[in-house]
């Protein structure tokens, strides 16, 4: 059971119930001083907030008895007080340190600055001191009952559990009123595993007549009940507390999460019953929101999350959410608008500024796809992938100069981002720049020697430069670092064949290949030039046509199956696929290579078709 709440609840609320009353002359019962402020709380500030003044002088200074003025001290005592409230709801806790300090200098048996002083230290995390001050205040008030409940929650806080009980117990014995010791005590029991005291402290507590939230009890049983794994009483107290109040938001959200670790549906059904007899309440609408998108309900969530952004506009985690909402449901010119909006709230987001680029080019609006993808900074998780949508768009629309130079600004501010050198290359490669490209992968796999992909691209462009016998050693070296490079196998094998040597280690290389993906063409096509290079024509046949029913639209494919069917004394067969070949191909030489192939067979039909008397 998580009862962090509990101490949360005592650390934050107890800053607004401590009495702010003066102290001078008489000081008011604790039920006063607490009627006091709580009403002080609801009217959004405090009354009679004068300092605590109780005062000591005339001070011992030495030989001479210096007597201070009373009105002055007290004065002093005011403005600091003052000073250090205007900092603390301000939200400037070191501030309100400094002034409550000096607070003390001037009424140093201040129990109430103590306090001030310790709620503000827990503010900024400082428990130590906290702790100190608020044990302070105890010991000038031993009735501050406020003072001890602080105090019980940071012992609770840093496991001094038997130190926290003893703080609750003296509030409950002494102060009859105080029902929220109760909650406390109960709770750091449970969080002590000691079940079955929690629950009797809160089913007492339930029981109470004169106690006017026994909701609140039943709900802290559920949960003890859930510590403790009897769920039945669990469900059964949830319901409970719902039923003593059914506008019970927390009540309504545990026992949802309660439902959903076994019956999603019925969590659903139970915000959704909830908001329809409550009316919108933010906090179920965030829940049902995440329920409906895991539903993949995108018009529900979307509605849902609309009521959370209409409590809090500020809300940008619920604003993200429908953004990606309207991308996911294509909705992109409302997505535009949503991220703009978020975007004006936070200009700084580089996550948002992606997603809007990345909306953007999905309406094929370039241009401002990449105005968005060039604004992000060296130093974003994005910009890699922000450069890489820029630089690839400008390929898109054929403008390889601004797509070269984006890649090239980019490797000279982030040499380290890998991804920008295979990127870089295949635009060159593009380009026909293949010495340039081999320069820079070179110079690429010596800050990653262990990146086997960019081995692969510098083998593939050394093939394309005229360097076979490197192209073989990059290839090898890709197949050493990642020994399932489907790629790599591949084009060495082929190498291989091309070149008719290492056909058996060529061979091997292709089946692994195959292995690893039987459905890819061209790999099936690799196979089959092999066995074409062995002279197993039969075999070659067979892979080849499959590859080519595959991707009969490839010309390599479809010449490689002719070689094989003229081989396999099927010419016929061979020139029809020839043809094709033709057909498909862009290459003005390959295309000419092939013609040769195909008026070969001609001319020797036409030979097979002249009589024999026509050559005398």
């Known amino acids: 059971m998580d009862f962090l709440r509990f101490k949360i609840f005592t650390?934050?609320?107890?800053?607004?119930?401590?009495?702010?009353?003066?102290?001078?002359?008489?000081?008011?019962?604790?039920?006063?001083?607490?009627?006091?402020?709580?009403?002080?709380?609801?009217?959004?500030?405090?009354d009679?907030?004068?300092?605590?003044?109780?005062?000591?002088?005339?001070?011992?200074?030495?030989?001479?008895?210096?007597?201070?003025?009373p009105i002055y001290m007290r004065t002093k005592a005011d403005y600091h007080f003052t000073m250090g409230e205007t900092y603390s709801f301000g939200g400037e806790s070191a501030k309100a340190i400094e002034e409550f300090k000096l607070t003390s200098v001037y009424d140093p048996k201040s129990s109430v600055v103590k306090l001030?002083?310790?709620?503000?230290?827990?503010?900024?995390?400082?428990?130590?001191?906290?702790?100190?001050?608020?044990?302070?205040?105890?010991?000038?008030?031993?009735?501050?009952?406020?003072?001890?409940?602080?105090?019980?929650?940071?012992?609770?806080?840093?496991?001094?559990?038997?130190?926290?009980?003893?703080?609750?117990?003296?509030?409950?014995?002494?102060n009859h009123e105080n029902r929220e010791a109760h909650l406390y005590l109960g709770a750091l029991l449970s969080e002590e595993k000691k079940y079955n005291e929690a629950i009797e402290v809160f089913k007492n507590l339930a029981k109470d007549p004169e106690y006017e939230s026994p909701h609140l009890a039943h709900f802290y049983l559920a949960r003890v009940y859930v510590e403790k794994g009897d769920l039945k009483l669990a469900e059964a107290s949830f319901i409970k507390a719902l039923q003593i109040k059914p506008s019970f938001t927390d009540g309504a959200l545990a026992l949802g999460v309660f439902y959903e670790k076994k019956k999603h549906d019925k969590t659903v059904a139970l915000y959704e019953s909830f908001q329809d007899k409550h009316g919108p309440n933010e906090k179920i609408a965030e829940q049902l929101s995440r329920l409906y998108l895991e539903d993949e309900k995108y018009e529900k969530a979307y509605q849902q999350l609309e009521i959370v952004v209409g409590a809090d506009p500020e809300n940008l985690n619920a604003k993200v959410k429908m953004a990606l909402i309207l991308i996911e449901t294509k909705d992109y010119g409302?997505?535009?608008?949503?991220?703009?909006?978020?975007?004006?709230?936070?200009?700084?987001?580089?996550?948002?500024?992606?997603?809007?680029?990345?909306?953007?080019?999905?309406?094929k609006d370039y241009k401002a796809a990449?105005?968005?993808?060039?604004?992000?900074?060296?130093?974003?998780?994005?910009?890699?992938?922000?450069?890489?949508?820029?630089?690839?768009?400008?390929?898109?629309?054929?403008?390889?100069?601004?797509?070269?130079?984006t890649i090239e600004k980019a490797l000279d501010i982030r040499p380290?981002?890998?991804?920008?050198?295979?990127?870089?290359?295949?635009?060159?490669?593009?380009?026909?720049?293949?010495?340039?490209?081999?320069?820079m992968l070179q110079s690429a796999v010596v800050k990653f020697p262990t990146n086997d992909q960019l081995y692969f691209f510098l083998g593939s462009l050394q093939d394309k430069a005229g360097n076979r016998q490197e192209t073989l050693l990059s290839m090898k070296k890709t197949i050493e670092l990642n020994p399932d490079h489907v790629q790599a196998l591949n084009y060495l094998a082929y190498t291989y064949a091309d070149m008719s040597e290492n056909l058996d280690e060529a061979y091997q290389y292709a089946k692994k290949a195959l292995s690893l993906k039987p459905e890819d063409a061209y790999i099936q096509d690799t196979v089959g030039w092999v066995y074409y290079k062995k002279g197993d024509y039969t075999d070659a046949v067979k892979i080849l046509e499959v590859a080519y029913k595959a991707k009969s639209d490839e010309s390599i494919i479809a010449e490689h199956l002719g070689d094989a069917y003229y081989k396999s004394k099927l010419p016929g067969k061979a020139k029809e696929m020839y043809k094709r070949a033709v057909k498909l191909e862009n290459n003005a030489d390959s295309i000419r290579k092939?013609?040769?192939?195909?008026?070969?067979?001609?001319?020797?039909?036409?030979?097979?078709?002249?009589?024999?008397?026509?050559?005398?």
């Open 11 to 46: 650390l934050a609320f107890l800053p607004l119930v401590i009495s702010c009353s003066s102290l001078t002359g008489k000081k008011d019962s604790s039920q006063d001083v607490a009627e006091k402020n709580r009403s002080a709380v609801v009217d959004g500030y405090f």
């Open 48 to 69: 009679g907030n004068r300092a605590p003044a109780s005062m000591s002088p005339p001070f011992d200074m030495g030989p001479e008895k210096i007597v201070l003025d």
């Open 116 to 174: 001030k002083l310790a709620v503000e230290y827990v503010k900024k995390g400082l428990l130590s001191e906290g702790m100190s001050n608020a044990e302070e205040a105890v010991k000038l008030d031993a009735n501050y009952f406020e003072a001890r409940l602080l105090l019980g929650g940071l012992y609770s806080a840093i496991k001094l559990y038997d130190r926290a009980e003893e703080q609750y117990r003296y509030v409950i014995k002494n």
């Open 334 to 363: 409302k997505a535009v608008t949503r991220l703009k909006e978020i975007l004006a709230q936070a200009p700084d987001s580089d996550k948002i500024r992606f997603f809007l680029g990345a909306v953007y080019e999905e309406v």
């Open 370 to 405: 990449v105005e968005q993808f060039k604004l992000l900074a060296p130093n974003s998780s994005y910009y890699v992938e922000a450069v890489i949508h820029a630089s690839y768009l400008y390929k898109l629309q054929n403008d390889y100069d601004n797509a070269i130079v």
């Open 416 to 439: 380290d981002a890998a991804q920008f050198y295979p990127l870089y290359a295949s635009y060159l490669d593009d380009t026909k720049q293949y010495e340039k490209a081999v320069r």
């Open 594 to 616: 092939i013609e040769a192939k195909i008026s070969a067979i001609e001319s020797a039909e036409r030979a097979r078709r002249t009589p024999a008397s026509a050559h005398e």
